[in-house]
């Protein structure tokens, strides 16, 4: 480190004090009150991290994993809850999907929240709707179209 200029606090001795405090996990209140006036916490702080020093109570985490650890969490916990709204009574035989053409429709605007949201037909052609039975409020479809959507992983 070069020499110290005519307005810079962080000399080599109060360099070496403060890193020495650093490395042995010393906190940064004391460090600062160790330098003396005009020091705080946060100038230790700001000191440590410019320079690269490492403490004891360092830990040194991999972004992408926590990201993928804190996606799995997420996405566990919204399997568990769609598993409870999931009605887990045995259901009529299923309807085929032709079964669906008699059935009078619901246009998106005309649903409510206990309404099956299930699409039905293609949206580009006259007589597409929703299925419009009743569903959970939990969850946004039928019985019947919950658990064709909600199929349960299979482990190999």
């Known amino acids: 480190m070069g020499s110290p200029t005519k307005f ?3 000399t080599e001795d109060r360099d070496a004090l403060a890193r020495a405090g650093w490395e042995r996990g010393t906190s940064a209140t004391k460090i600062a009150a160790q330098l003396g006036y005009g020091c705080s916490r946060n100038a230790v702080i700001g000191r440590a991290h410019r320079m690269g020093w490492r403490s004891p109570n360092t830990i040194i985490v991999d972004p992408a994993k926590t990201r993928r650890a804190r996606a799995r969490t997420a996405t566990r916990f919204q399997q568990v809850k769609l598993r409870a709204a999931i009605p887990t ?9 032709d ?3 008699g059935l009078p429709r619901k246009a998106l605007m005309a649903l409510t929240s206990t309404d099956c949201r299930w699409p039905i037909g293609d949206p580009g052609q006259p007589g597409f ?4 039975r009743y569903a959970d409020p939990a969850i946004p479809y039928c019985a019947y179209h919950a658990r064709v959507a909600y199929n349960p992983v299979v482990r190999r």
């Open 129 to 132: 709707g929703f299925c419009g």
């Open 99 to 101: 079964e669906f053409d």
């Open 8 to 10: 810079s606090f962080w």
């Open 89 to 97: 009574k045995p259901l009529p035989t299923p309807p085929v999907e």
